[in-house]
């Protein structure tokens, strides 16, 4: 383990001076040593040779794992099903070390080679944010150390490999009586991809997202350097790192925050039909002490027999009036909140329950509830998947558009899009609840509007190849650009969570008055812009931009 402190590019000892050099040469260096300990010898290979030599000096490496430049069309997609670009080369890492090593290899090559290098997780990027043409992707699955190793002290916490399932650091975490604190709505994916992001589920409100319960991270930057950090070490990179779109580094190893795990959870939906009552009572529930352990809501617009499929999982708490209430041509907001509890534990969870329900102002004939196991809970979307998998109807396209609204703003949002540009929810859910943005850290790389409460909503339409309907492609990327334009042409503060944006203009535009920081740590820890390339945030250095 190297832990190394930040330096400014031009102030690391040669490198200005030597790509500078490189630049004005006309890139005819002779690369066939850049990636051994082989100093920059004496030009001899022309601009034209350049794809055969890296080649030859990236298959000359040696590494734990391996690097294939073979079957790479896996690394070709991910979960969109949108974009799909090859990749020069796929590296399976088995140790940090590996990582390190083409990173620092690609990194001596300098402004002469147009390779750049993607982490992949699970693949569940949207729009090729893990894809890199013509470049390196690292399989992070691959990685498996350190195994995971529990503390029980006062703060207990695992490190886990960056390429960690969570759904296995759940199954793990509960042997020892433990469970991380926030999560996603989907397990199946990996700490570093997360936590690259964010992390935000109806946990959130109470925890922050996963970005905020993280004690020390080890980083491999855009150098090849391994920086262990934390809030009190490297703390300008841990904090950069985290939200951080993979731009400053990729993540390797992570400390997670555990809490006392419960066992089962007491799981809640009830309709509401006016959308001011919905929000407030949201607002009222993430604001006070005593609540549920977890929030969320979603939207339900013109859906038959809507509580007949909820019967599947849910029990009606009054099954005569849920028998009379009727969906079909409503726009519906639905509540969805869980408490969690242990058996042996005091035997008043009901009687909670039924306090904190008492000051809400839903549909009474709406009260669905259930019991289940909290592994069960917490893997809920893994079930759905199953059932879409034996359809074929998971690996379609999935136009998403997750977007962060003030709350100050989000009545005009729901009245136009809800109202008269979103006519249908059969093609996916539609999530919508708030977050105390005011119980996060701050100094992370996550881009949020400027207030304290907002608004996660989330259209996860999956689109149907063969439809030419209101499933079909087109026509959910036309109603997404119809949000969009409504939210900027109204200037609703929005900001999109897990953003995509095509032009330089556009970043900027996200990151506000963010950027020059963001700008500044890209410098110091990827000045060469070789890392997660599929984000279009920076061009590689000195490579032409390529699609």
Request: proline fraction near 5%; glycine fraction near 6%.
């Amino acid at each position: 383990m190297i832990t190394a402190q930040p330096q400014s590019f031009f102030q690391q000892k040669n490198i200005a001076p030597r790509l500078i050099l490189v630049f004005v040469l006309g890139f005819t260096v002779n690369r066939e040593h850049l990636c051994s300990k082989q100093p920059f010898v004496t030009p001899t290979a022309s601009l034209h040779s350049v794809p055969s030599v890296i080649h030859s000096s990236l298959a000359k490496m040696s590494f734990d794992g391996n690097l294939s430049f073979d079957n790479l069309e896996h690394a070709a997609r991910d979960f969109g099903n949108r974009y799909h670009i090859m990749p020069y080369a796929v590296l399976y890492p088995k140790s940090v070390f590996d990582i390190s090593s083409i990173i620092k290899c690609i990194f001596h090559m300098g402004l002469t080679s147009e390779l750049t290098v993607a982490a992949r997780g699970r693949g569940h990027s949207l729009q090729g944010q893990a894809q890199a043409y013509q470049g390196v992707i690292i399989i992070m699955e691959s990685l498996q150390v350190p195994k995971m190793s529990f503390h029980n002290g006062k703060l207990p916490y695992v490190d886990v490999s960056a390429g960690e399932l969570w759904i296995n650091i759940l199954q793990e975490s509960l042997k020892q009586g433990l469970a991380p604190r926030s999560w996603t709505d989907y397990l199946h994916l990996t700490v570093g991809g997360t936590l690259s992001n964010a992390g935000v589920s109806g946990q959130a409100f109470r925890h922050g997202p996963q970005i905020n319960n993280v004690y020390e991270l080890k980083v491999v930057t855009g150098r090849g350097e391994v920086v262990t950090c934390s809030e009190d070490q490297n703390a300008d990179l841990f904090h950069a790192v985290l939200g951080g779109l993979g731009q400053f580094g990729i993540i390797s190893q992570a400390r997670i925050a555990l809490e006392a795990a419960p066992r089962k959870v007491k799981w809640i939906r009830a309709l509401y039909s006016d959308f001011s009552a919905f929000t407030k009572d949201q607002e009222h529930l993430i604001s006070s002490e005593k609540t549920f352990d977890y929030i969320e809501g979603f939207v339900i617009i013109n859906r038959t027999g809507l509580l007949n499929y909820w019967r599947s999982s849910f029990k009606p708490k009054d099954p005569v009036q849920a028998n009379q209430f009727s969906s079909e041509g409503k726009i519906l907001f639905c509540m969805e909140v869980a408490k969690y509890f242990n058996p042996e534990g005091p035997d008043n969870i009901d009687q909670e329950i039924d306090t904190l329900l008492s000051k809400l102002n839903y549909i009474k004939s709406t009260l669905f509830w259930s019991e289940v196991p909290y592994t069960d809970f917490l893997d809920r979307v893994h079930t759905s998947e199953i059932k879409l998998r034996e359809k074929g109807l998971w690996e379609v396209p999935h136009p998403w558009l997750n977007l962060l609204i003030p709350r100050s703003r989000i009545h005009e949002f729901a009245q136009e899009v809800f109202g008269n540009i979103v006519k249908d929810t059969s093609n996916g859910p539609v999530l919508i609840y708030p977050v105390n943005k005011s119980r996060w850290k701050t100094r992370t790389s996550m881009i949020t509007p400027d207030e304290d409460v907002l608004y996660l909503v989330a259209f996860l339409a999956s689109a149907m190849p063969s439809s030419r309907g209101k499933d079909d492609l087109e026509y959910i990327l036309s109603q997404n650009n119809r949000i969009l334009e409504f939210c900027e042409k109204n200037r609703l503060g929005i900001k999109q969570y897990l953003p995509h944006h095509n032009t330089k203009a556009e970043w900027k535009a996200h990151f506000g008055s963010h950027w020059e920081v963001f700008t500044k740590r890209k410098l110091t820890y990827d000045p060469l812009a070789i890392l997660a390339p599929g984000q279009k945030i920076f061009p590689r250095a000195n490579a032409s931009t390529r699609q």
